[in-house]
């Protein structure tokens, strides 16, 4: 069964950094679209950062422009999430997910739809 | 950015009923690109729906999608024990990529 293993996360002073991992296990290609999505407590989800397959694109919204960082190393099976200037509003339990692709006749459609999550690696930003 | 809001907050049904949850959105959503998650306790949010009404692998025919432009719905009908828990629409039509704050579905 395909999975994704989150891990990285912990206690971070406020303007102190951290890198997240996510590791894809039993997925066929190395390749997919991936993001991170995270979750304050007690809160609904918001979108972090997203990289497309080959890595040459990058996506982020305004509130973590500049100071997150979204990578990959295909031969690893690994996304990263470099985080730096982290706040207290930065705490969350941070997930990996997969965008949907849908083959066909040798193409491939990506929606950044989430097909499949990690568990979710807990970040907490405060002194 | 498109902003979305679910309603209703918090919906009471009993075992077998039918839900009827709505999205909507603050603009039209380029090629009705909305999804559907539930989300239980300490779990990631799994996936039901996409692009508004394609369900996921393995998702039990129960749920289904539905809307356009500004205007979505996910219907479940009979519902299950595991059903009950929050609900997330989420658009992909424009960016930023955005989520509902969710609709919360307990056992009446």
């Known amino acids: 069964e395909a999975q994704l293993l989150d891990s990285g996360g912990g206690l971070v002073q406020p303007g102190g950094s951290l890198r997240l991992s996510c590791v894809a296990s039993k997925i066929t290609s190395s390749t997919y679209a991936m993001s991170w999505v995270r979750q304050a407590p007690g809160k609904g989800l918001e979108w972090v950062s997203s990289?497309?397959?080959?890595?040459?694109?990058?996506y982020y919204p305004d509130s973590v422009k500049g100071r997150f960082t979204i990578s990959r190393d295909t031969s690893k099976n690994t996304v990263y999430l470099q985080m730096n200037s982290l706040r207290p509003e930065d705490t969350a339990v941070y997930y990996c997910a997969k965008a949907i692709h849908q083959c066909s006749s040798g193409s491939c459609a990506i929606y950044w739809a989430f097909d499949l999550w990690g568990r979710g690696t807990q970040v907490t930003v405060s002194s | 950015e498109t902003v979305l809001t679910q309603s209703p907050g918090t919906l009471s049904l009993s075992p077998g009923e039918r839900a009827t949850l709505s999205c909507r959105a603050s603009?039209?959503?380029?090629?009705?690109?909305v999804a559907w998650y539930r989300q239980t306790p300490g779990q990631a949010p799994r996936l039901l729906i996409y692009?508004?009404?394609s369900r996921a692998a393995g998702v039990p025919d129960r749920f289904s999608g539905s809307g356009s432009g500004t205007d979505f719905a996910l219907t479940i009908t009979r519902l299950e024990p595991e059903d009950f828990a929050v609900y997330y629409c989420q658009q992909y039509g424009s960016s930023p990529l955005t989520f509902g704050p969710g609709t919360k579905l307990d056992i009446k």
């Open positions: 990289i497309s397959g080959t890595g040459g694109s990058t």
């Open positions: 692009n508004a009404s």
């Open positions: 603009q039209s959503v380029s090629n009705n690109y």
